[in-house]
């Protein structure tokens, strides 16, 4: 299991730095620079727990299950989010967007969200059959 959460988090390091680097090119900056924070590995590890919920939700339809990762993703975000906020003092990330809930989640992110939740499901099938069969 701990193996597992590993490369969720690590993952999710990747992702999020291929996501910040795509918005800096976006946004015009020639040097593609990307950020991401180290509290996020032990967020995006906390992706194991979507295993069981993925097993439990594979015959239902694509569009369904990606609206269930979304939600579960923006509520994620927002309790990891909250929970920084009350243990070191801040949130490392900070949304100043009219979409933007208290700072803590993106709505406007609400795609981007449910294609990595459908994402997620092949890394975890590919974990299964691939890296950990049994």
């Known amino acids: 299991m701990i193996a597992r959460a590993a490369i969720y988090g690590m993952l999710g390091l990747m992702a999020e730095i291929l996501w910040t680097g795509m918005g800096s090119f976006l946004s015009g900056d020639p040097s593609l620079r990307s950020y ?3 509290w996020m590995f032990p967020i995006y590890s906390l992706a194991i727990f979507l295993e069981p ?3 439990r939700m594979r015959s239902h339809f694509w569009f369904f299950r990606g609206l269930i990762y979304m939600t579960l993703f923006f509520t994620g975000e927002y309790i990891t989010g909250t929970l920084l906020k009350l243990l070191i003092g801040l949130c490392p990330w900070h949304y100043s967007s009219p979409f933007a809930v208290n ?10 969200w449910f294609c990595a939740g459908l ?5 975890h099938d590919f974990l299964d059959l691939r890296v950990f069969s049994k």
Do not use: C, N
């Open 36 to 38: 991401t924070y180290l």
């Open 103 to 112: 700072g803590l989640i993106r709505l406007d992110y609400g795609p981007a």
């Open 119 to 123: 994402i997620f499901e092949k890394v």
């Open 53 to 55: 919920i993925h097993d």
